[in-house]
Every structure is written in structure tokens, then in C-alpha cells.
């Protein structure tokens, strides 16, 4: 009965690798989110999806890209993953034409470890 | 100057004390505002949400907002050790798709 469910929980790999992440939300929200929590426990937005829609594309480095094959599902793809790409990465949900749309549903997070 | 700022702790309390977590802001446009707790290795989950300034209370959680001050405040009373945990506040702009996260303060409440 997971909300927000990712995958995988944990990733470890070497640096240059490519690695996909992937999020799904049973929810019935609008829109989905791509969180990085850094070592200091600071969370910062990375992208958005809005009903498959690109919404929030912040300064990430074009290596990472999102993908939305519809609103239940927001992956993450990285390449050639660098040292300084190791963090959690939290998936979110929320919905948006609602009251709160703030109220995000978060997942518990993919830690990702690059060797 | 960052949009919110946050005191990272740690903070240690007693089981049963008052638990006061604070955040200030910058920008003024802020309307809404909200309290995530996050447990070790889990994700953040929604505490509060309030918007505009005031109070809100839910058990033993008040949320309070000062936008004069550009302050936003959460207590906790009769603090237990089920509390421990980081509280992220959060603030968004109306019209904005995009919650701003401050860096979070560790809590332990200690038996």
C-alpha cells in the first residue's frame, strides 16, 4: 500500500556508470518531484512533473534527466555518475489542483553511493 | 542571503519539555508554510501546513507563523522520545510550484 514507492532503495556504483532511479506514486496526484538530500541533510529541488509536464528544471547538471511516461511515474536517469553525485535522492508527490498542494508524499529515498 | 534559514542543532530535551523549532525568511511573497518531520533513513512526511500568519494547533503540535518578522515557529509539547527526529521547515510563494527546504534541525528527546 506504499504511496510513493522507489527504486531501488540502494545503489552503489562506480564513478562513470549510468543509473536509473525509479518513482511511482498510487496516490492520484498531479504532480511528482525529484529531491536531492546532500550529507548535511539539505534538500534541495532538482526537477517537477506536472500531468507529464515539465515544470521545475532547476541548475542540475544535464547528465541527470527526468522522464514521465505518465502521472503515476517519474524516473531519474544519470550519467557518467561522478563522486560528488552520491547523496539520497527523494522522489515526491503532490496534488496540485487541490487545497495543499503543498503537502508533498515523499518516498523513503534512494541512496546512491558513488566508488 | 539564503530564503530560509534554519538552526541545524542538535537540540536535546527531556522527555516532557517543550520543544520550540524556529526558521526565519527572506522573501516576503512567502504564504505558505509548513513543518516536515523526517525519522532516520526515511523520507520527510508532513507535519503542518498553514498559510498566512497565525497559529494552528494539531495534539501536541503548534505551528505559528509571524510574516511581519519573517519568522515561523513549531512546539512541541509533552515532547516524547517518539519525537526524535529532524524538522524541516518548508515555504512556498502562491503560484509557485516549488517548496524551498530549510537544512533541518535534529531533535532528540531523550527518556
Known amino acids: 500500500d506504499t504511496a510513493v514507492s522507489q527504486t531501488p532503495k540502494y545503489l552503489v556504483t562506480q564513478m562513470g556508470n549510468d543509473k536509473s532511479i525509479k518513482c511511482e506514486q498510487n496516490?492520484?496526484?498531479?504532480?511528482m518531484y525529484w529531491y536531492k538530500q546532500d550529507s548535511k541533510k539539505f534538500l534541495k529541488i532538482m526537477f517537477s512533473y506536472n500531468n507529464k509536464e515539465l515544470i521545475i528544471n532547476e541548475t542540475v547538471p544535464n547528465r541527470f534527466s527526468p522522464k514521465s511516461p505518465d502521472k503515476a511515474h517519474l524516473n531519474l536517469h544519470i550519467n557518467s555518475l561522478e563522486l560528488g553525485d552520491s547523496a539520497v535522492y527523494f522522489c515526491a508527490s503532490s496534488q496540485v489542483s487541490s487545497g495543499r498542494k503543498y503537502g508533498y508524499t515523499f518516498g523513503s529515498g534512494t541512496r546512491l553511493t558513488v566508488v | 542571503q539564503k530564503e530560509v534559514e534554519q538552526d541545524p542543532g542538535p537540540l536535546s530535551v527531556p522527555e516532557g519539555a517543550i520543544v520550540s523549532l524556529n526558521c526565519t525568511y527572506s522573501n516576503s511573497a512567502f504564504q505558505y508554510f509548513m513543518w516536515y518531520r523526517q525519522y532516520s533513513r526515511k523520507g520527510p512526511e508532513l507535519l503542518m501546513y498553514t498559510y498566512s500568519s497565525g497559529n494552528k494547533e494539531d495534539g501536541r503540535f503548534t505551528a505559528q507563523v509571524d510574516k511581519s518578522s519573517k519568522y515561523i515557529s513549531l512546539f512541541i509539547r509533552d515532547s516524547q522520545p517518539s519525537d526524535s527526529a529532524t524538522y524541516l521547515c518548508a515555504i512556498a510563494g502562491a503560484g509557485s510550484y516549488q517548496l524551498t527546504f530549510g537544512k533541518g534541525t535534529k531533535l532528540s528527546v531523550i527518556p
Open positions: 496516490l492520484g496526484h498531479d504532480t
